[in-house]
Structures are given as structure tokens and as C-alpha cells.
């Protein structure tokens, strides 16, 4: 069936460090593609999203590349600051679409 | 402006008890998802809404957990005879349209989190 894996955290880095967190994807045919945060005591947040092979989502300085040949979505950051903090979400929409697939989460913590 | 609002946000319950919690999504809003999510773990779906019809119940994890949408807006998730095993954080969303091209997002709620002791 259609499944998420992400890198597993926590994982904290210092102020302007460079953002990698790994997600592939096992589906049928060619969804769409999610990230979402969870910052402390808020609710769950769309931050970008892919629709197609190829496609790449932005916001907030973060980037994620929609790659079929290796069935991956990874989230990327230039620099990242300590409002970084935060849970993130790798996500697809089942086949069915009427609902959202999540990954496990990855605990990310900035050092100022 | 307003989102998607839950009630209560946390809950303490004796094994046993009933529960009910209470999603308000944004208005307008035609489809609504509840989704459980253990400790460390990601949300995991539990039922679907498309307006005042349960589309989808393949996610509730017994017959103990019931849900409803009586006049399509606000939603209320039951769970009868509380588990310990139960405890969670409850997330309820929220989309525009009909969920069917899979590219709608979903407005999360801040969760209702249940402990039964």
C-alpha cells in the first residue's frame, strides 16, 4: 500500500546551517506531495507542496523537489534560524484521496 | 480570521468513561477528516466528512469510536468506553471542496489531546 518513510529525529543544528530532511514515497501511480509543520503548541500547517514529477515547492526559504525516478521529496534549507523549530511532516494523499498519508515526524531544533 | 476550532483542547478521562469531541471547521468548508496521533508518531486518518456524509470510516480503530456531521459543519467524535490506549491527540481538518483531486489542503485544528487514565 502507499507509504511515507522520513528521516527519523530529533535532529538540531546551529543558526544558518544548512536543512536536509530525507522523505521517499511508495504509491500508486504519481500523487501529490507534501510537507507540513507542527510548530510548538500549534496545529499542523501546510509549509509547500508538489503536484507533479518534477515540480518543486517553496516557502519560507524552505524547497522540496518532486523526484519520480527515486521516489523522493526531500526538504531543504539554506539557512535556518531558531523560528525553525519545529515538527515536519512528509505527506501524500492516498489513492483514494480522501485522506492524507503522514509520515512519522522529525524533530528539528535550532542552536542560536 | 478564523480556522478550524476544537473542543476541548485536553481531556482526562477514567478508563471507561465516554468522550466526545467537538470540531468546528471553517465555514463553508465541505469536507471534514479526524485524524489520532500517538506520541512521536504522525497523524493517522480515522474518518472522512463530505458535508453531512461519512464518505469514509476505514481508519476508525473500533466500535467504540463513532463520529458525526449532522447538518455538515460542526463535527463530533465519540468514543465510548475509553482505553488507555486511546490516548492521543485528536486532530480534526478541514478543505474547501470535495477531496477528490488530492491537491486541496487540509486546515488543521490545534487538537484535542486525551489522556484516560
Known amino acids: 500500500g502507499d507509504s511515507v518513510t522520513q528521516m527519523e529525529g530529533p535532529v538540531t543544528l546551529s543558526e544558518e546551517a544548512f536543512l536536509t530532511i530525507n522523505c521517499t514515497y511508495t504509491a500508486t501511480g504519481y500523487p501529490s506531495l507534501f510537507w507540513y509543520v507542527q510548530y510548538p503548541g500549534e496545529g499542523l500547517q501546510l509549509l509547500l507542496k508538489a503536484t507533479k514529477a518534477d515540480d518543486k515547492g517553496s516557502n519560507k526559504g524552505f524547497e522540496a523537489t518532486y523526484r519520480k525516478e527515486t521516489t523522493s521529496f526531500h526538504l531543504e534549507k539554506g539557512s535556518v534560524q531558531v523560528s525553525d523549530s519545529a515538527v515536519y511532516f512528509c505527506?501524500?494523499?492516498?489513492?483514494?484521496?480522501?485522506?492524507?498519508?503522514f509520515g512519522s515526524g522529525t524533530r528539528l531544533s535550532i542552536r542560536p | 480570521g478564523a480556522g478550524v476550532s476544537q473542543s476541548p483542547r485536553y481531556k482526562v478521562a477514567k478508563r471507561g468513561q465516554d468522550v466526545a469531541l467537538r470540531c468546528d471547521p471553517i465555514?463553508?468548508?465541505?469536507?471534514l477528516f479526524w485524524y489520532q496521533q500517538a506520541l512521536g508518531q504522525g497523524p493517522e486518518f480515522l474518518t472522512y466528512?463530505?458535508?453531512?456524509?461519512?464518505?469514509?470510516k476505514s481508519g476508525l480503530p473500533s466500535d467504540r469510536f463513532f463520529a458525526e456531521r449532522p447538518e455538515g459543519s460542526v463535527s463530533t467524535l465519540k468514543i465510548q468506553r475509553t482505553q488507555q490506549e486511546d490516548s492521543a491527540v485528536y486532530l480534526c481538518a478541514s478543505s474547501l471542496a470535495r477531496y477528490t483531486s488530492g491537491i486541496d489542503e487540509q486546515f488543521f485544528g490545534p487538537g484535542t489531546r486525551l489522556t484516560v487514565l
Open positions: 505527506a501524500l494523499p492516498y489513492s483514494s484521496a480522501s485522506k492524507i498519508i
Open positions: 465555514s463553508g468548508h465541505v469536507s
Open positions: 466528512f463530505q458535508n453531512e456524509a461519512q464518505l469514509d
